[in-house]
């Protein structure tokens, strides 16, 4: 019998893992709490509580690897302190029990200088909110004695990426041929990392032992401006080039005073006012994986929004 692989959460990073998995004829076990995931005969569905310790013995047994792809119940720093840890420390004790090794996607938001090209070897200690939670989960992870890989992207584009910035908030507005608004500025280059790329890399590590207790950049093309990154999808849909403006950050930074969901938004501003760029070069020639090209990866992204309807 063929190894088994666990998923657990079936967002675009969740789904897209569970997917390649399963195309490579491995046996893919996907927990959400609804159920859900892709339908396939190698996918099997459960619906369990990732963050009850209680219920990933069984759910865990014979996996030779877990990819813990959750996240939290809304974009603020307490919700993730609330709910991450205690969901990481669950999945790595269970998990460390299992003997299997424990594969995170990750952000560039634990980077305390975004200001310089960010490479794997670059610090990873920023402090305070939603930054501050994910340093503190990359800590928990280097310092349990389960095997972990954690794999870096940038912003999220491609087939099921929703709440993106290059996600719900675009590419419908560009196939439609509305005005397309962004934040911070349109004109400052800004990595941007499409999830199939993601997914894959996180697939190699498990394979991987050797990438183990380690931290990698998922395999991301050059940074792109936001106007550049409408552009590409302008041109995989065949349609007129939209009108493009930009959201300020004082602006953003003045109705945070009013709505906490801005507030939290504003947070990270800084990732769009100024140049924000990974560099994966280690990471494509440890993992031996290269970025999709930006128009086949464009072009796919398209097809799904498309046939979303």
Sequence with gaps: MSELYVVTGAGPVGWNVAEQLAGQGKRVRVLTRSGSGPEHPLVDRMSVDVSNAALLGEA?????????????????????????????????????????V??????????????????EDSPRDARGGKRGVRTALLKA?????????????????????????????????????????????????????????????MIRAAETP????????????????????????????????????????????????FSSGTRELAEMLYQFERPFVMDSQASEAGLRLHPTPLPEAAAATVAWWRARG
């Excluded at 424990?102 to 960010?118: G, K, N, Q, W």
């Excluded at 972990?148 to 087939?159: E, H, L, Q």
């Design 60 to 100: 865990f047994a014979g996996a030779s690897a877990v990819f813990h792809c959750i996240h939290g119940s809304a974009y603020t720093a307490e919700a993730w302190q609330r709910e991450l840890p205690r969901a990481e420390e669950a999945v790595l004790a269970a998990a460390g029990e299992a003997g299997a």
């Design 102 to 119: 424990v594969v995170f996607p990750e952000s560039l938001y634990s980077y305390s200088r975004p200001d310089a090209v960010m490479a």
């Design 141 to 201: 992870r280097a310092a349990s004695p389960t095997n972990t890989v954690s794999v870096v992207a940038g912003d999220f584009f491609g087939p099921r990426v929703l709440a993106s910035h290059a996600g719900e908030r675009m590419v419908p507005a560009v196939l439609a041929g509305k005005r397309v608004l962004v934040v911070g500025s349109a004109d400052q280059p800004h990595s941007f990392t499409y999830v199939p790329d993601l997914a894959a890399a």
């Design 210 to 257: 050797s990438a183990w207790n380690r931290v990698w950049h998922a395999p991301t093309g050059p940074a792109l401006t936001q106007r550049q990154l409408a552009s590409a999808f302008t041109e995989a849909g065949g349609v007129p080039v939209p009108k493009l403006g930009a959201v300020p950050g004082w602006f953003l930074r003045a109705m945070g005073l």
